[in-house]
């Protein structure tokens, strides 16, 4: 069954799973530890057949940095599993694994005790060359209140001209560089269950349904049941300090032959807006 993002957009607004205690907030090394590994490059496309509408010699450029900033990280740290980066919001970061989501939510890539953490996959998650995606790979990372760090600038994507012009990010694994194309960007409070690396068709059809109900815009895309999903997650300040609220950026891996173009986004003026509680 297809699931148009234009069409769930107003709809499934109840058909979220329950929220649990593991919906945490998440991390990476701080600012200072990966400003010397920032790339300026070009974004191009995941597969060799979904050509971008720069230069091959760009493409090439742009993936032989991003494999070397991998197998760089994961020379420094085993745990490395991948390397995102979505370039105007300045995400630039090497992924990291833990046996579970704790530790590199209290230390950095280097393994320093840290309020930044890291960027970490959910333990949960398989991202290896030798396993298929998961329906739904996660990763985490925090947002330190008045710092625009780590992934903080994911609320970039709140801003209409911002998610306009920036509609992809770009993961490189041992699968080779992946690209996902964001299909909603939204505030969610706990209950909303979005966090699950296995949904069965049914849950995915209400993880995707709830994500479109909340999006602060509507993007011109589809989401079929045999998409993979790319969820980023991070604190919001938004209703204050100690909420039950999340950021989160939602994206589809791009198919096979699909061209890495931009699509028309619409204010969506009946979002899903949290139900807000403080926390202890």
Not at 119 to 142: C, S, V, W
């Amino acid at each position: 069954m297809r699931i148009l993002a234009t069409a769930l957009a107003l709809i499934l607004l109840c058909g979220c799973a329950a929220g649990t205690s593991s919906q945490t907030a998440s991390s990476q090394e701080s600012s200072k530890e990966n400003s010397s590994q920032a790339v300026s490059s070009q974004p191009a496309s995941s597969q060799a057949s979904s050509q971008p509408e720069n230069s091959a010699t760009e493409r090439e450029t742009f993936v032989s940095e991003m494999e070397e900033l991998f197998v760089s990280s994961r020379k420094k740290n085993k745990d490395t599993v991948g390397y995102i980066q979505i370039p105007a919001a300045d995400i630039d970061f090497p992924v990291v694994q833990g046996k579970d989501n704790d530790y590199y939510l209290k230390h950095t890539f280097n393994h320093v005790r840290s309020m930044y953490g890291s960027i970490f996959l959910d333990f949960r998650n398989t991202l290896t060359a030798n396993d298929p995606l998961d329906p739904n790979t996660i990763i985490y990372g925090h947002n330190i209140l008045y710092q625009e760090v780590m992934f903080g600038r994911l609320e970039r994507f709140r801003k209409y001209d911002f998610a306009k012009e920036n509609q992809f990010v770009y993961l490189m694994t041992d699968q080779g560089l992946l690209v996902f194309r964001i299909f909603a960007a939204f505030i969610t409070d706990t209950d909303f269950y979005y966090i699950e690396p296995k949904p069965e068709t049914d849950v995915f059809e209400n993880l995707v349904g709830g994500a479109l109900a909340r999006s602060h815009f509507v993007y011109d895309t589809d989401i079929l049941p045999t998409d993979r999903l790319l969820t980023l997650q991070t604190c919001t300040f938004e209703y204050g300090y100690g909420t039950n609220t999340r950021y989160v950026v939602m994206a589809r891996l791009l198919r096979e032959g699909e061209r890495e173009t931009p699509v028309p986004i619409f204010h969506n003026t009946n979002r899903l807006k949290p139900t807000v509680q403080k926390v202890k």
